[in-house]
């Protein structure tokens, strides 16, 4: 999930833009959990940039480098 969002308790406070509105104050991993009829332990909450980067440092173009930079 893009910030603002409060990884720990999985609430959002995204404004100002349109296609996140509806998730404002609310638990968002309590929504998926119910929607995809799945457990909540099966759902990490991470900020979706962190989220890129590790994807590039695991199996992406960085893989197998030291150190890794990505700028937002």
């Known amino acids: 999930m893009p910030g603002p969002f409060d990884y720990e308790n999985e609430i959002s406070y995204i404004t100002g833009?349109?296609?996140?509105?509806?998730?404002?104050?609310?638990?968002?991993?309590?929504?998926?959990?119910?929607?995809?009829?799945?457990d909540k332990d099966d759902i990490l909450m991470k900020n979706d940039a962190a989220c890129f980067l590790a994807g590039e440092a695991f199996i992406g173009v960085v893989k197998g480098y030291d150190k890794v930079l990505a700028l937002h």
């Open 17 to 38: 833009i349109t296609k996140y509105e509806a998730l404002y104050k609310l638990n968002v991993k309590e929504m998926l959990t119910k929607a995809l009829r799945i």
